[in-house]
């Protein structure tokens, strides 16, 4: 496989504001991303706000119609559900999928979002220390660990009578964070990948190489990471019109314009060429994983067939370690 592999998240939310009462599109765009090309399919999730399908549920489907693509979370927020059940649930699809599953996790989208904030019981601090603490659970169980899977917030000993994962280990946790302290120290201890959502190549590069330092100081070897970037891509050769675009992209997704949720994540309009020299800077940078979200809500098939055409090959062609 290339060093540099190309996933696309499933418009699960799209969908959803278009008025889809069934899944058959969604399942219809993911065998597309397989036969295109591409190397992932991946799903997000809102947990109760921003409404679409279950993403675990969605990807136990895809898994079964597909056969080449890695299939991911991008990303799953891991807090408000229990770990044991979600364990079980992560077992049960890295074994439907052939062990091509790959789990993004993250603790909550930052923008407030006040149905979702409503619906939890803790905070937003002991929402990281929750997750942490499920994601050690998982793994003490998943490699045969000594442990009594007893925490702070969790009894997790039930992991001892769930089935194994397909592969070793269980699959690739992977961080959605964008590098500050705090994420550096926790991707250390706990996490197999790094997903940021908003952060500059400059960025990304210093980010990176902070956490291979902490990574050698946990006694970890840096390559054994997986570097992803997660962004929004609008294409469109005329500038204007590719901006014009995420306008209507983000303001019907989250009711905001474009200027503010660049505050919040990437965003990408322009040409196939230009999005490829973009990327290439965080290539440049580090990333290995490129996930990308199609901010259209009309013609997506037009924008999965150009990238497929002019920005996957080109990042497949990269020589990267």
């Given at each position: ?152 917030y969790y009894d997790m000993r039930a992991l ?74 609008h294409i469109n050769d005329d500038v204007d ?81």
């Open positions: 496989m290339s060093g540099v592999q190309v996933g696309v998240a499933l418009p699960t939310r799209e969908v959803a504001i278009l008025g889809a009462a069934e899944a058959s599109p969604l399942l219809k765009i993911a065998r597309q991303i397989e036969d295109f090309g591409y190397d992932a399919v991946y799903a997000g999730d809102a947990y109760v706000a921003r409404h679409r399908l279950e993403p675990m549920t969605l990807l136990a489907a895809v898994a079964t119609m597909t056969e080449r693509v890695t299939i991911g979370t991008g990303a799953l927020i891991a807090p408000p559900r229990n770990p044991v059940a979600l364990a079980h649930i992560i077992v049960t699809l890295d074994q439907l999928s052939g062990g091509r599953l790959r789990m993004g996790l993250g603790a909550g989208f930052p923008l407030p979002v006040k149905a979702e904030l409503d619906a939890e019981v803790m905070t937003f601090g002991e929402r990281l220390e929750r997750m942490d603490e499920m994601v050690a659970g998982w793994l003490t169980a998943w490699n045969g660990e000594d442990g009594d899977l007893v925490g702070k001892r009578d769930q089935p194994l994962p397909l592969q070793k280990g269980g699959p690739s946790l992977w961080l959605a964070a964008n590098g500050k302290k705090k994420a550096v120290q926790r991707i250390a201890r706990h996490y197999a990948g790094w997903m940021p959502i908003r952060v500059t190549p400059e960025e990304y590069a210093e980010n990176g190489a902070n956490i291979s330092a902490a990574l050698t100081e946990a006694g970890r070897d840096p390559a054994s990471l997986t570097r992803c970037l997660y962004t929004t891509v019109q590719a901006r014009a675009g995420l306008e209507d992209y983000t303001n019907r997704y989250n009711n905001l314009p474009v200027d503010v949720m660049s505050g919040f994540q990437l965003y990408f309009g322009g040409s196939a060429s230009a999005f490829v020299d973009w990327l290439k800077q965080y290539v440049d940078a580090g990333a290995r994983q490129i996930v990308l979200r199609l901010g259209s809500f009309d013609n997506y098939e037009r924008h999965l067939r150009i990238i497929a055409d002019e920005v996957v090959p080109a990042l497949h062609a990269l020589d990267v370690d």
